[in-house]
């Protein structure tokens, strides 16, 4: 049997007296694209923080590939294979769509390999997102859609074998969403992903499997349609549409 | 990036730098004296710039780098009798040391905690050599004899505090720093550092170790600054405690700003600008800080990004 990527155990973390996540048990096995679901405030954002290495647990251990990685500072987690990409687009504005990608790539080359290695990298990420042909432009001039796109190539540049996204398709059009949908399922043929999302049809789409979070614990687990028909799920949204 | 682009910026440094070789023949006595100090001046200017133009880190203490170096040339000399190359020496040592241990503690801060931080230290620096003022004479600083500033290499012997040599040796510091400032942010590492300056949460995310690329920021900014004060203690023969004193941690920040802050000659323009600037107003009025301080609103005004960052969006969008 395979080994799960992804383990986290009593994973907690607490802010003051808000329990924002809450002794979460989680596996994710290698291949996979896993939505992380739940109303908001739910926790999503701070457990995948937490496993990126962005904030330090309370309590609980992560294992990533088989190393403890709990108390890993966040650029080592990357160099094992964790990249994140933002839920607020993070990219650098003044510095064009190519330069962007290049920092990931250049990260990756190590072995101090030449200049023709970070372009082509830089370009097939740039491609696979379908930026190619702006790769000259200044990041914070690109089109919202576009800046989404760029994050996912800084993230896919960087070569990873978990790719974490952090509500991907938020402000996006129909079309756009459509894209990008393709574009998960082609990084998931050579990465794990995990993807936290708003949007149902995208997830169930999308989705091998789906863990639901509520009050920063994990309420349920399962497949796309296990968990339409679950009921506690049904609750937790429905219980959250009054706030 | 192409090899033309790469040719072009390599061409207009060795241009800047001929220009400035030229000006060695043809500058009036007084104007080559000055300069000769712009050039040194220019070089601190360098370090601070690489440190707070590409890495994004304002420290308002470099004054005690460039008087790590001042000191550490000018004390060896006097004290321990050294040669002028291992003066030098001396200085950049004392320069990467202080660098090293200053910034391990202040960057455990950042934004406002860190000027502060850097300016405490400078604080701590300049009172301590007033402190010492039996060894470093205090606030009336020591001056180095002309017989211990002269440069011997094999049986030749290099004067000093020859205005020709001394300008010479000013511009080949400014030259090697020139370079290699150019060199470092076309590198990776100059990009970290600007990817730093731009978001470091972001950089971090990307697999970056930015502790460890802000402090080779700081080390390095420091030993350029340190070169450039070891240069002024052995080319001017002074080493006074007002090199170290707050002033001189604003300067280079004044200086880096006019002529714009992460461009690689901006210092250099920037220095000569407010130099010139106060040497002619007050050659007219007692009231020169005024026409400055006008001088540099209208900057602020018109070029907020320096002159050279306004000549580079403008007109010349592949100045480095």
């Given at each position: 049997m395979t080994q799960p990527l992804l383990t986290t155990r009593g994973l907690s973390r607490h802010f003051g007296g808000l329990?924002?996540?809450?002794s979460a048990d989680f596996s994710l096995m290698p291949g996979e694209i896993r939505a992380i679901i739940g109303p908001n405030g739910a926790g999503k954002t701070t457990f995948v923080s937490l496993v990126c290495g962005r904030i330090l647990p309370s309590s609980g251990t992560i294992d990533f590939a088989g190393t403890d990685?709990?108390?890993?500072?966040a650029y080592k987690r990357v160099r094992l294979g964790i990249a994140y990409t933002f839920q607020v687009t993070s990219v650098f504005a003044n510095l064009s769509a190519y330069d962007n990608v290049a920092l990931s790539v250049q990260r990756t080359l190590t072995?101090?390999?030449?200049r023709g290695a970070v372009r082509e990298g830089a370009m097939k990420a740039l491609e696979q997102v379908g930026l190619a042909e702006r790769a000259g432009t200044p990041a914070g001039q690109l089109a919202y859609g576009h800046q989404r796109l760029l994050e996912v190539a800084m993230g896919l540049a960087l070569q990873p074998r978990l790719l974490i996204l952090d509500e991907?398709?938020?402000?996006?059009s129909d079309g756009e969403i459509e894209g990008f949908v393709a574009l998960i399922r082609e990084i998931a043929l050579d990465a794990t992903v995990l993807i936290i999302e708003h949007n149902m049809p995208v997830v169930m789409q999308l989705a091998h499997r789906i863990t639901v979070f509520d009050a920063g614990r994990i309420i349920a687990e399962g497949d796309p349609a296990e968990i339409r028909a679950n009921t506690q799920v049904q609750e937790a949204y429905l219980g959250a549409a009054h706030g | 990036m192409t090899e033309a682009s790469t040719a072009r910026i390599y061409g207009l440094h060795m241009a800047v730098v001929v220009v400035l070789f030229a000006l060695n023949f043809l500058l009036p006595d007084y104007h080559h004296g000055l300069f000769a100090r712009i050039l040194v001046l220019a070089t601190f200017a360098m370090g601070y710039n690489l440190l707070f133009g590409y890495a994004g880190l304002l420290s308002l203490g470099h004054a005690m780098f460039f008087a790590a170096g001042l000191y550490g040339s000018g004390l060896a000399i006097t004290y321990l009798g050294f040669g002028v190359s291992a003066a030098f020496v001396a200085g950049l040592g004392c320069g990467a040391l202080l660098s090293l241990v200053v910034g391990l503690l202040a960057l455990r801060t950042s934004g406002v905690a860190f000027m502060i931080v850097t300016m405490m230290f400078a604080q701590a620096f300049v009172l301590t050599i007033v402190y010492f003022n039996q060894w470093?004479?205090?606030?009336q600083g020591l001056v180095l004899q002309q017989a211990s500033r002269i440069l011997t290499v094999g049986n030749a012997s290099l004067d000093l505090t020859a205005p020709a040599v001394r300008y010479l040796a000013a511009l080949l510091l400014f030259a090697i720093v020139l370079f290699v400032t150019l060199a470092i942010v076309r590198s990776r590492f100059g990009r970290v550092l600007v990817a730093i300056r731009e978001n470091e949460e972001r950089t971090r995310m990307l697999g970056y170790d930015t502790f460890a690329n802000k402090l080779a920021a700081v080390v390095l900014s420091g030993v350029f600054c340190a070169a450039a004060g070891a240069a002024y203690a052995l080319l001017f023969g002074y080493v006074g405690s007002n090199f170290a004193s707050v002033q001189y941690s604003i300067l280079p920040l004044l200086w880096v700003l006019a002529g714009g802050a992460a461009t690689t000659l901006g210092p250099l323009v920037g220095t000569v600008f407010i130099y010139y600037v106060t040497d002619i107003a007050s050659s007219y009025t007692s009231a020169w800080l005024l026409i400055v301080g006008a001088a540099l609103v209208l900057l602020v005004l018109f070029a907020p990004k320096g002159i050279l960052g306004f000549v580079r969006r403008r007109w010349i969008g592949w100045l480095p």
């Open positions: 329990r924002a996540v809450d990685i709990t108390n890993l500072p072995d101090g390999r030449s991907p398709t938020q402000g996006l | 470093t004479g205090g606030d």
